[in-house]
């Protein structure tokens, strides 16, 4: 269990580096002025509706993350001998 | 208390003394360290101050080496972590360790008044002598001795140091190459965002006679919608994401990968994910054109991101295992009992998953599709029923105390939000009313019957035994240690968005496990839990709570 516990931590604590990117990344443009950056910009005059589009959406990472966990695991026990 | 009485009482053993020691002095420097970097700013305008003072505008560098390079060294570590943790508590069973923490927080002190003198006043305050940056970095660094002298003896860092060169010089080369990575990719921010708006505004020509593109903006789209590509935005994210699984995957299937083949996958895995973020955004121009502003703004501008790494990450995956340039040995046809296990217990939350992420980004406001997610995890639970034949399928009173106790907890820590100011038909599902009984009945019957089972399977059924042994169907729930419980709930918890409230119900269905000794009781506690939030919700009008 040790063994496995430290595993465990250790990638708990990637996957929070990895997460931390991101962050970093969406927090830095906000603090840069970049109005608007979580969504609309309202009607542009003639110019339409405008849109910074971040690529990851901390907020939703759960559920994606989740998915790649869980197919990882399924795909790992294929190829575990019992 | 011994093993042997913990196993006897039934009653989950109790963290050891050197690991309550090392968990207390890491959350106490995360506090010095938090406290100082957040009240302290190294990177303010040096002024009138003396010439080294802009030196120390360096110091955030050194802390983020010292970081990576630590996560290195445990990384690196990490097979004989166990080994050198017993050595490490044997060596320091009559370690004094209280006259260490007492240096250490004076110390602190200390370095926190030479901080404070340097970066708190006026920088034409600062004194001009070249001793002060001396003696701030001798105290950071004696504060820093003490605090692991204070975990260990000096003798056991000693050791590990002279046994552990290696892995230190390694170590100290990947911090260094982190910071020199990061350096490197936001230099080429730039660069690869203006590629990104050329190939979206090429793209977009493609189907619109009319493109709009400003270069100096990095804003392109037509004329009713117009994406801004941000550095950020420019594949960068998406990259480091796929890299990430796509090195997990590696590292995790490398006795069945050929190498050094299967290390092509990360070019390829980047290159891909590039792409996919070009087509990203040039669906989101598209459906903000062509279908909905709204929609486009909404969940597809949320999810698309993760959708795209999703599709790279697993597809890769998914074909290198079948492909024998990159396989050892394709799996085998036949799938061994326990994988079957494994896929009945986890591919119905995977199944739930994945339908809330496809139909939160088809939504552009309230969660109208929340009945796909019930009719999809469902159809998922039939189709693995076989494998949950030898469950016991019981319940008890116990069971549902558990589950009542959990309510309490969750109502208490997660208070509704005033139920005039959220309205159901505004916030959850903008839906006609006669449409909003329908969903109010799926959103009853997903939270209730279907939701509790799928996510209970996976938790409670799969992660909490396998945290325990590899082999996890022959773990009974007595063996569950207090470890395996934890993190198994901090999981739980991280999934539903709210740590401590789903923390502590997570660690509240594990009780209920381990006290009955089978599934059911956990999955009829969050069954309970599940039923009185609902009765509560629709009773007191409290929506928040199934935001």
């Given at each position: ?82 | ?307 795209a790494f999703l599709l790279v990450g697993l597809g890769v ?204 009781a956990a999955v009829v506690a969050h069954m309970t839990t ?9 009773s007191q009008h409290a929506w928040s709570l199934w935001l």
């Amino acid at each position: 269990m040790r063994r496995r516990g430290t595993k465990i931590l250790v990638l708990v604590g990637l996957c929070w580096l990895w997460l931390a990117g991101p962050v970093c990344a969406q927090n830095n443009q906000g603090n840069q002025g970049n109005q608007g950056n979580q969504g609309n910009q309202g009607n542009q005059g003639n110019r339409g509706t405008r849109v910074s589009a971040p690529e990851i959406d901390v907020g939703a990472a759960a559920g994606a993350l989740t998915i790649a966990a869980g197919v990882l695991a399924i795909l790992r026990e294929r190829r575990r001998r019992p | 208390m011994n093993p042997t009485t913990t196993k006897r009482l039934g009653i989950l053993p109790t963290l050891p003394a050197h690991a309550l020691r090392g968990i207390s002095l890491l959350a106490l420097l995360g506090v010095e360290l938090l406290t100082l970097t957040l009240g302290f700013d190294t990177q303010r305008p040096t002024g009138a101050a003396p010439r080294w003072a802009g030196w120390l505008g360096y110091a955030p560098t050194g802390l983020y080496i010292g970081l990576a390079g630590g996560a290195a060294f445990l990384v690196l570590l990490g097979p004989r972590l166990p080994t050198l943790w017993q050595t490490m508590c044997t060596s320091s069973r009559h370690h004094r360790w209280g006259l260490w923490l007492a240096g250490h927080l004076v110390a602190c002190g200390g370095f926190t008044c030479v901080t404070a003198a340097l970066l708190a006043g006026e920088p034409a305050a600062v004194p001009p002598s070249l001793l002060w940056p001396v003696v701030w970095m001798g105290s950071g660094a004696t504060v820093l001795l003490l605090w692991l002298g204070t975990l260990a003896t000096p003798r056991f860092w000693w050791h590990l140091a002279s046994q552990e060169a290696a892995a230190v010089l390694a170590a100290s080369l990947v911090g260094v190459g982190a910071w020199g990575a990061g350096q490197l990719s936001q230099a080429l921010w730039a660069p690869l965002a203006q590629t990104t708006f050329w190939v979206v505004g090429s793209l977009l020509r493609l189907v619109y006679p009319e493109v709009h593109s400003y270069p100096a903006e990095q804003v392109v789209g037509t004329a009713t919608f117009e994406v801004a590509i941000a550095p950020a935005c420019s594949g960068y994210e998406g990259v480091g994401c796929v890299m990430f699984l796509l090195t997990l995957y590696l590292w995790l299937f490398r006795a069945h990968l050929r190498f050094p083949q299967a290390l092509m996958l990360l070019p390829l895995g980047a290159l891909a994910s590039w792409v996919a973020n070009a087509l990203r955004l040039t669906a989101l121009v598209a459906l903000g054109t062509s279908v909905s502003p709204a929609l486009a703004q909404g969940g597809f501008h949320s999810q698309a991101g993760w959708i795209a790494f999703l599709l790279v990450g697993l597809g890769v995956m998914t074909v290198t295992q079948r492909c024998a340039l990159f396989t050892v040995l394709p799996p085998a046809p036949a799938i061994p009992a326990h994988a079957q296990y494994a896929t009945a217990l986890l591919g119905p939350l995977v199944v739930l998953m994945a339908t809330r992420v496809l139909t939160a980004a088809v939504s552009s406001g309230g969660d109208w599709l929340y009945p796909m997610r019930v009719v999809t995890t469902g159809l998922a639970l039939w189709a693995c029923r076989q494998g949950y034949r030898r469950l016991a399928w019981t319940w008890s009173w116990h069971a549902l105390g558990w589950g009542i106790a959990v309510w309490g907890v969750w109502l208490v820590l997660e208070p509704a939000a005033p139920p005039r100011s959220l309205g159901l038909a505004e916030r959850l599902v903008p839906l006609p009313p006669g449409l909003i009984a329908v969903w109010i009945g799926f959103r009853v019957l997903g939270s209730v019957l279907i939701i509790p089972v799928a996510e209970e399977l996976a938790f409670r059924g799969y992660v909490l035994p396998k945290l325990v042994a590899t082999d996890f169907p022959a773990v009974r729930p007595s063996q569950c240690t207090w470890w395996a419980c934890l993190l198994s709930s901090v999981l739980f918890g991280v999934l539903h968005g709210r740590w401590l409230a789903g923390t502590l119900a997570g660690l509240g269905y594990a009780l209920a496990l381990r006290q009955r000794g089978h599934l059911a009781a956990a999955v009829v506690a969050h069954m309970t839990t599940n039923a009185l939030i609902a009765a509560y919700v629709l009773s007191q009008h409290a929506w928040s709570l199934w935001l």
